[in-house]
């Protein structure tokens, strides 16, 4: 049973059929909320959780208690909340398909077949970041960064002092000021 089926668009998208893939199992849910850029809620929930952290990437934090908010970080919450919330996804789970704050781990795919963790690394709104065993789309990533970075777009297109800002995730950016 497809759980969402599409055809390469050239632009990376990758079909996800109803087969488990080497990466893990497949299920459908649909995003009930945004917490921040790179971590939703579903419903139904999956294996009893209802938080998804999108694999692979990182996307600036937003304010929490006394810490204050990184830079881009409300921008990247708007585009996954306008693109996400209320809609029907696919998600695609790693090899580890839990990290040890118990939320699910997934690759999330749209409708029309487009990863949406690799969306957020193309507009930069997110960086790389790959905590193994969950490494599969590594290079991918990698790539639509460097074409991001190039491009100055999103996070790429803040000044140093406040690229300096950011969790530091080897990409030569963030780790403090």
């Given at each position: 049973m497809a759980l969402l089926a599409a055809s390469s668009t050239g632009c990376g998208a990758?079909?996800?059929?109803?087969?488990?893939?080497k990466e893990?199992?497949?299920?459908?849910?649909?995003?009930?909320?945004?917490?921040d850029g790179d971590t939703v809620e579903v419903r139904p929930r999956i294996d009893g959780e209802e938080d998804v952290r999108l694999i692979g990437i990182?996307?600036?934090?937003?304010?929490?208690?006394?810490?204050?908010?990184?830079?881009?970080?409300?921008?990247?919450?708007?585009?996954?909340?306008?693109?996400?919330?209320g809609r029907r996804v696919a998600l695609r789970f790693g090899a580890d398909k839990k990290d040890r704050y118990g939320r699910i781990l997934a690759y999330l795919?749209?409708?029309?077949?487009?990863m949406f963790n690799e969306t957020l690394v193309e507009k930069g709104y997110a960086q790389v970041a790959t905590f193994p065993p969950n490494v599969h789309y590594v290079e991918r990533f990698e790539q639509a960064q460097r074409k991001a970075r190039e491009a100055?777009?999103?996070?790429?297109?803040?000044?140093?002092?406040?690229l300096c800002r950011l969790t530091d995730r080897g990409n030569g950016i963030g780790g403090g000021c």
């Open positions: 990758t079909s996800v059929s109803g087969e488990s893939s893990g199992g497949l299920a459908r849910a649909t995003v009930s909320r945004v917490v990182d996307t600036p934090e937003k304010a929490y208690s006394s810490r204050e908010a990184q830079p881009y970080a409300l921008e990247a919450s708007r585009f996954t909340r306008e693109k996400l919330e795919y749209l409708p029309d077949g487009s100055g777009v999103g996070i790429w297109s803040l000044p140093k002092s406040k």
